[in-house]
C-alpha cells in the first residue's frame, strides 16, 4: 500500500497508451515518472484500464512500487479478457502470457468500474480515467489519431483522445500530465 505524505496532495494517477508498443522496454522510464509524481502528491491509487501493451506495463510497474490499482474496464471482465485475446490475435499478436498478466493485474485490482461506450470500444473507459484522473501518466507515440474516418469507427477510442482529454481538463505537462514517447509495433 502506498504511504501517506503529510503535505502532499492525495492523487489518483490514470495510466493509458498504446496497446501494440513495446511497454516493457519503458518500464525504467514508467518508474521515473512514478518517482517524479511520488515526490509532489501522495499516490493513492492507479487507475488503468489494463490492456496489452501500455496500459499493463503502467499498472505492473505501480504494482510494483506497491500502489492500489483500479481496474477502469470497458466491458465485463470475462467479456473484456476474450476481446483482448481476440483483439491480439486479429493483429498478429501472441498474446496467451500477456492475457495471464492482464488476469494477474485484474486479479489484485482492489476495486474495478465499468465505464462503455456505443461506438468506440475503449472511449468509455478513457474518458472515465481522465475524469478520475489526478495526474495522467501517457505512453504515446505522438501520433493524433483520429477517432472516425468517413463516418465510421478506426479507433477504439485511444491515447491521442484520453490527451487531448486531459489538457482540456486543465492537467499540465511536466506536471500533471507525463507523456511517455513509444514506437507502435
Known amino acids: 500500500m ?56 503502467i499498472a505492473e510497474c505501480a504494482i510494483s512500487l506497491g500502489y492500489p490499482i483500479c481496474a477502469i474496464l470497458p466491458m465485463e471482465r470475462q467479456l473484456y479478457l476474450q476481446e483482448i485475446l481476440l483483439d491480439a490475435t486479429q493483429n498478429g499478436k501472441t498474446a496467451t502470457s500477456d492475457l495471464r498478466r492482464v488476469e494477474n493485474v485484474l486479479n489484485r485490482a482492489h476495486r474495478t468500474i465499468v465505464a462503455t461506450h456505443p461506438t468506440h470500444p475503449y472511449l468509455g473507459a478513457t474518458q472515465k480515467l481522465v475524469e478520475v484522473a489526478d495526474v495522467l501518466v501517457a505512453l504515446w507515440d505522438g501520433v493524433q489519431t483520429p477517432l472516425e474516418q468517413d463516418g465510421k469507427p478506426i479507433n477504439q477510442g485511444g491515447t491521442y483522445h484520453g490527451i487531448f482529454m486531459a489538457l482540456n481538463k486543465g492537467l499540465q505537462l511536466g506536471t500533471s500530465l507525463f507523456v511517455v514517447k513509444v514506437a507502435r509495433n
Do not use: P, W
Open 2 to 57: 502506498s504511504k501517506t505524505n503529510v503535505g502532499k496532495r492525495d492523487v489518483v494517477v490514470a495510466g493509458i497508451g498504446h496497446r501494440f508498443c513495446q511497454a516493457q522496454n519503458h518500464n525504467e522510464e514508467i518508474l521515473k515518472v512514478f518517482r517524479q509524481i511520488a515526490e509532489r502528491y501522495n499516490v493513492v491509487e492507479v487507475a488503468t484500464c489494463c490492456a496489452l501493451g501500455a496500459d499493463l506495463a
